[in-house]
C-alpha cells in the first residue's frame, strides 16, 4: 500500500483549487470574509457554527469541507484511524490581537471567551474533527513557511506504523486578510496504479506551485 | 528500532531554576503557587504560580544580554543551558535538533509595545530561531502549539525523529509566560479556581495558572548514557474528542485511544504500569473525562496524581515538566502527593496519591488533554523492564 493524495484544495485571495482544476475566482476581489461566504455558499456546505469561527478556523475548515464533500466512504474507517495534522505560520494572530483590544482599555475591559477559545491554532484542527468525528492523531506545527518534507514525512510515519489509515493534512494561514491554506486527503492505496499521487516532496512541490 | 535515551533535564518554575530544587519540593509537598495583586496579570486578585524576575534576572546575565531576549526566550536559554551543562551533547551539529512547544511564545510583546523587539518576534518561529541561534544550532527546529497537550506531543514527536534515525540527539524545551493574556481568557470561562487548585477532589472548583519551562534531552546514542539502568521513552500518541472545542468529551474515548495506542507502541501487554502522572488541571470536566478515560483503558487501580497544584498549569511547559517528574519518581523511587486532593471527586474510584511514598516503581504513563479536543499519552519505562 502507498499514502496517496485522493484529493486536494487550495484556496487563495483569488481562487479556489481544487485537484488541480480553478473551481471558483474571486472575480470581484471581495475581501476574506465576504469571499469565504460566498465559497461556502457555491460548494453548499451547511455548518451553522462555521459563522462563529475565527478566520483561521475558517479557511482551513472551508478547505477540508470541499476536500471531503460526498465522501461517504470515509465514514467506513473508525475514527481513530482518521488523523488531521496542519502546520501555520502565523499562529492565531489576528485572533490575538482582537482578544487583546477587549482587555487592554481597563475602563472598557470585556474579555470574551468566545474570542478568547480561538487563540490556539489547534483549534482548527478540533473543528475539523468535531464536524467528521475524526478522532485520530492531530498535531498543530508552526513553521515560517509550509515544510512539505517535514510534514510529509511525519504523516507517512504516522500511517506506515498503523496509527492511522487515512488523514487530512497540510497548511492554512491568515493574517491581515493575507491567507493561504493547503489541504490534501491522504489514503492508503493499493502500490503501482496508474494515478497514484504519492504523498512525497516531490508530489507536493508540483501542486504548491498551482496556487502560487 | 533504536532505544530512545532520557538523557538530562531542567525545570525553571517558582519552585526554583533546577530539577532538583523543583523536585524536592515535591517530594515535600510544597508549592509554588501563591496570590498575585499584580495588575499587569490581572485586575482582581488571583492564585498563580510565577517566576522570580529577579532571579531570571541575575541568572540570565551569566548567559547573555538581557535586552537581546524576551522573557519566555530567557527562561528558555537558561533552561537548555542548564540541561546541556550535564552532557556532552554537540548543539552546533546537525545530529542535533530543537523541538518548541508553547501555546502563546512571545505573546507579552502584543500587550506590551514599549519593548523594543520587531514585530515578527510574536511568531513562535521567530522564538525558535533566537534560542537556535543562541545554539548555534544549524537544523530547522519543530514547533509544535498543541493547547494544553503541547510538551506531550514535542516529546513523542522528538522521539519518533529519533528512531527514524533523522537525528540522534532532540532538545525537547516548552513553555509559556504569564501575562494578562491567559489569565483573563480563562477568567472569562469563569475556569479559574478561588484558590490553589485541586486536582480530582470533590470541592474541586477550576484550574491555578502557572509559568515555567522545561527541557528534556533524548538521545538514541547509547554512548552518551551513563546510567546502568536509564529511563527510555516506549510509546506515545495523540487523538482528538471530536466534541466540543473548548470542553472535553463526556465519555473519556480519545484520551482512551491516546493511553492505548501509547501502549500498542510500547509492546506493553500486560496492565503493570506504576503510575500514572495526569493531567488533572482540577477543571470539573477535565477531572471527570480522565478519571473515564484511565478507567476504559482498564488502569482504575494504578497510583495516580496530578502535580498541579505545586506548579499551577504551565501550558506548554506542563507536559514537559510533568514527565521530567515522573522520571525523577522512577530514578529517585518515590510517588509524589497529589497535592490539593482530599475527597474523591470523579465517578471513578481512582488510586489517588495522598501522600509522598518511598516505593520503587519502574514506569509511568503521563497524560494530557487541552481546547481543541486534543488528548495525549506518553509511556516511560527503566530499560530493563519488562
Same mark, same amino acid.
Given at each position: 500500500?502507498?499514502?496517496?493524495?485522493?484529493?486536494?484544495?487550495?484556496?487563495?485571495?483569488?481562487?479556489?483549487?481544487?485537484?488541480?482544476?480553478?473551481?471558483?475566482?474571486?472575480?470581484?476581489?471581495?475581501?476574506?470574509?465576504?469571499?469565504?461566504?460566498?465559497?461556502?455558499?457555491?460548494?453548499?456546505?451547511?455548518?451553522?457554527?462555521?459563522?462563529?469561527?475565527?478566520?483561521?478556523?475558517?479557511?482551513?475548515?472551508?478547505?477540508?469541507?470541499?476536500?471531503?464533500?460526498?465522501?461517504?466512504?470515509?465514514?467506513?474507517?473508525?475514527?481513530?484511524?482518521?488523523?488531521?495534522?496542519?502546520?501555520?505560520?502565523?499562529?492565531?494572530?489576528?485572533?490575538?490581537?482582537?482578544?487583546?483590544?477587549?482587555?487592554?482599555?481597563?475602563?472598557?475591559?470585556?474579555?470574551?471567551?468566545?474570542?478568547?477559545?480561538?487563540?490556539?491554532?489547534?483549534?482548527?484542527?478540533?473543528?475539523?474533527?468535531?464536524?467528521?468525528?475524526?478522532?485520530?492523531?492531530?498535531?498543530?506545527?508552526?513553521?515560517?513557511?509550509?515544510?512539505?518534507?517535514?510534514?510529509?514525512?511525519?504523516?507517512?510515519?504516522?500511517?506506515?506504523?498503523?496509527?492511522?489509515?487515512?488523514?487530512?493534512?497540510?497548511?492554512?494561514?491568515?493574517?491581515?486578510?493575507?491567507?493561504?491554506?493547503?489541504?490534501?486527503?491522504?489514503?492508503?492505496?493499493?502500490?503501482?496504479?496508474?494515478?497514484?499521487?504519492?504523498?512525497?516532496?516531490?508530489?507536493?512541490?508540483?501542486?504548491?506551485?498551482?496556487?502560487? | 528500532?533504536?532505544?530512545i535515551y532520557t538523557l538530562?533535564d531542567?525545570?525553571?518554575?517558582?519552585?526554583?531554576?533546577?530539577?532538583?530544587?523543583?523536585?524536592?519540593?515535591?517530594?515535600?509537598?510544597?508549592?509554588?503557587?501563591?496570590?498575585?495583586?499584580?495588575?499587569?496579570?490581572?485586575?482582581?486578585?488571583?492564585?498563580? /504560580?510565577?517566576?522570580?524576575?529577579?532571579?531570571?534576572?541575575?541568572?540570565?546575565?551569566?548567559?547573555?544580554?538581557?535586552?537581546?531576549?524576551?522573557?519566555?526566550?530567557?527562561?528558555?536559554?537558561?533552561?537548555?543551558?542548564?540541561?546541556?551543562?550535564?552532557?556532552?551533547?554537540?548543539?552546533?551539529?546537525?545530529?542535533?535538533?530543537?523541538?518548541?512547544?508553547?501555546?502563546?511564545?512571545?505573546?507579552?510583546?502584543?500587550?506590551?509595545?514599549?519593548?523594543?523587539?520587531?514585530?515578527?518576534?510574536?511568531?513562535?518561529?521567530?522564538?525558535?530561531?533566537?534560542?537556535?541561534?543562541?545554539?548555534?544550532?544549524?537544523?530547522?527546529?519543530?514547533?509544535?502549539?498543541?493547547?494544553?497537550? /503541547?510538551?506531550? /506531543?514535542?516529546?513523542?514527536?522528538?522521539?519518533?525523529?529519533?528512531?527514524?534515525?533523522?537525528?540522534?540527539?532532540?532538545?525537547?524545551?516548552?513553555?509559556?509566560?504569564?501575562?494578562?493574556?491567559?489569565?483573563?481568557?480563562?477568567?472569562?470561562?469563569?475556569?479559574?479556581?478561588?484558590?490553589?487548585?485541586?486536582?480530582?477532589?470533590?470541592?474541586?472548583?477550576?484550574?491555578?495558572?502557572?509559568?515555567?519551562?522545561?527541557?528534556l534531552i533524548l538521545?538514541?546514542?547509547?554512548?552518551?548514557?551513563?546510567?546502568?539502568?536509564p529511563i527510555i521513552f516506549?510509546?506515545?500518541?495523540?487523538?482528538?474528542?471530536?466534541?466540543?472545542? /473548548?470542553?472535553?468529551?463526556?465519555?473519556?474515548?480519545?484520551?482512551?485511544?491516546?493511553?492505548?495506542?501509547?501502549?500498542?507502541?510500547?509492546?506493553?501487554?500486560?496492565?503493570?504500569?506504576?503510575?500514572?502522572?495526569?493531567?488533572?488541571?482540577?477543571?470539573?470536566?477535565?477531572?471527570?473525562?480522565?478519571?473515564?478515560?484511565?478507567?476504559?483503558?482498564?488502569?482504575?487501580?494504578?497510583?495516580?496524581?496530578?502535580?498541579?497544584?505545586?506548579?499551577?498549569?504551565?501550558?506548554?511547559?506542563?507536559?514537559?515538566?510533568?514527565?521530567?517528574?515522573?522520571i525523577?519518581?522512577?530514578?529517585?523511587?518515590?510517588?509524589?502527593?497529589?497535592?490539593?486532593?482530599?475527597?474523591?471527586?470523579?465517578?471513578?474510584?481512582?488510586?489517588?496519591?495522598?501522600?509522598?511514598?518511598?516505593?520503587?516503581?519502574?514506569?509511568?504513563?503521563?497524560?494530557?488533554?487541552?481546547?481543541?479536543?486534543?488528548?495525549?499519552?506518553?509511556?516511560f519505562?527503566?530499560?530493563?523492564?519488562?
Amino acid at each position: 500500500m502507498e499514502n496517496c493524495i485522493t484529493k486536494y484544495c487550495i484556496i487563495n485571495p483569488e481562487e479556489v483549487i481544487v485537484d488541480g482544476n480553478i473551481e471558483y475566482k474571486n472575480t470581484d476581489g471581495n475581501p476574506f470574509g465576504e469571499f469565504m461566504k460566498s465559497v461556502y455558499r457555491h460548494f453548499d456546505i451547511k455548518y451553522p457554527k462555521y459563522f462563529k469561527m475565527d478566520n483561521l478556523c475558517k479557511i482551513a475548515f472551508i478547505a477540508s469541507e470541499i476536500i471531503l464533500k460526498d465522501n461517504e466512504k470515509i465514514k467506513e474507517t473508525a475514527p481513530n484511524k482518521i488523523g488531521v495534522i496542519l502546520q501555520n505560520s502565523h499562529s492565531t494572530i489576528d485572533t490575538d490581537t482582537e482578544y487583546a483590544a477587549t482587555i487592554i482599555d481597563k475602563s472598557n475591559y470585556f474579555p470574551s471567551p468566545a474570542i478568547f477559545v480561538y487563540t490556539l491554532p489547534n483549534v482548527m484542527i478540533g473543528e475539523i474533527c468535531i464536524r467528521n468525528k475524526f478522532q485520530g492523531e492531530n498535531t498543530c506545527f508552526i513553521s515560517k513557511e509550509f515544510d512539505i518534507e517535514f510534514i510529509s514525512d511525519y504523516v507517512n510515519n504516522l500511517m506506515d506504523s498503523g496509527k492511522i489509515d487515512k488523514c487530512i493534512a497540510g497548511w492554512a494561514d491568515y493574517v491581515e486578510n493575507n491567507y493561504k491554506t493547503m489541504i490534501f486527503l491522504v489514503e492508503k492505496i493499493n502500490e503501482n496504479q496508474k494515478d497514484n499521487i504519492s504523498f512525497k516532496p516531490e508530489n507536493l512541490k508540483k501542486i504548491i506551485k498551482q496556487g502560487e | 528500532m533504536n532505544t530512545i535515551y532520557t538523557l538530562t533535564d531542567n525545570i525553571i518554575t517558582s519552585l526554583g531554576f533546577t530539577t532538583e530544587s523543583n523536585f524536592n519540593s515535591l517530594k515535600n509537598g510544597i508549592s509554588g503557587i501563591a496570590q498575585t495583586f499584580d495588575p499587569k496579570i490581572t485586575q482582581t486578585p488571583m492564585f498563580t /504560580s510565577l517566576i522570580d524576575s529577579e532571579m531570571l534576572k541575575n541568572e540570565f546575565t551569566q548567559y547573555g544580554d538581557r535586552v537581546d531576549y524576551t522573557r519566555l526566550e530567557q527562561m528558555m536559554i537558561l533552561s537548555i543551558s542548564k540541561a546541556l551543562k550535564q552532557t556532552n551533547i554537540d548543539t552546533k551539529s546537525g545530529n542535533t535538533i530543537f523541538l518548541f512547544s508553547s501555546t502563546k511564545g512571545n505573546i507579552d510583546l502584543l500587550e506590551n509595545r514599549r519593548q523594543n523587539f520587531s514585530r515578527e518576534r510574536i511568531n513562535l518561529w521567530a522564538l525558535a530561531d533566537e534560542v537556535c541561534r543562541f545554539f548555534k544550532n544549524p537544523v530547522k527546529p519543530v514547533i509544535i502549539s498543541n493547547a494544553c497537550i /503541547s510538551g506531550v /506531543s514535542a516529546i513523542i514527536t522528538a522521539a519518533h525523529l529519533l528512531q527514524e534515525n533523522k537525528y540522534s540527539n532532540a532538545i525537547v524545551c516548552g513553555g509559556d509566560i504569564i501575562s494578562e493574556f491567559t489569565p483573563s481568557g480563562f477568567q472569562s470561562f469563569k475556569a479559574i479556581s478561588s484558590n490553589p487548585c485541586k486536582p480530582f477532589d470533590a470541592s474541586r472548583d477550576g484550574i491555578t495558572l502557572g509559568e515555567g519551562v522545561g527541557t528534556l534531552i533524548l538521545t538514541s546514542n547509547k554512548n552518551l548514557v551513563t546510567e546502568k539502568n536509564p529511563i527510555i521513552f516506549r510509546g506515545g500518541s495523540n487523538s482528538n474528542d471530536a466534541n466540543h472545542i /473548548s470542553g472535553p468529551s463526556r465519555t473519556g474515548d480519545g484520551l482512551f485511544f491516546a493511553i492505548q495506542n501509547a501502549l500498542i507502541e510500547a509492546g506493553k501487554e500486560n496492565k503493570n504500569i506504576d503510575y500514572i502522572s495526569a493531567h488533572g488541571t482540577a477543571t470539573q470536566y477535565n477531572d471527570e473525562m480522565e478519571a473515564k478515560a484511565i478507567a476504559l483503558a482498564g488502569l482504575e487501580d494504578v497510583p495516580v496524581n496530578s502535580l498541579k497544584a505545586y506548579w499551577g498549569h504551565t501550558l506548554g511547559a506542563a507536559g514537559i515538566i510533568e514527565c521530567i517528574a515522573g522520571i525523577h519518581s522512577i530514578k529517585e523511587k518515590c510517588i509524589i502527593q497529589s497535592l490539593g486532593y482530599h475527597d474523591l471527586g470523579v465517578s471513578v474510584p481512582l488510586h489517588i496519591i495522598t501522600k509522598f511514598e518511598n516505593k520503587e516503581i519502574k514506569n509511568f504513563i503521563k497524560t494530557a488533554s487541552g481546547f481543541g479536543g486534543c488528548n495525549a499519552a506518553v509511556y516511560f519505562s527503566e530499560l530493563n523492564a519488562d
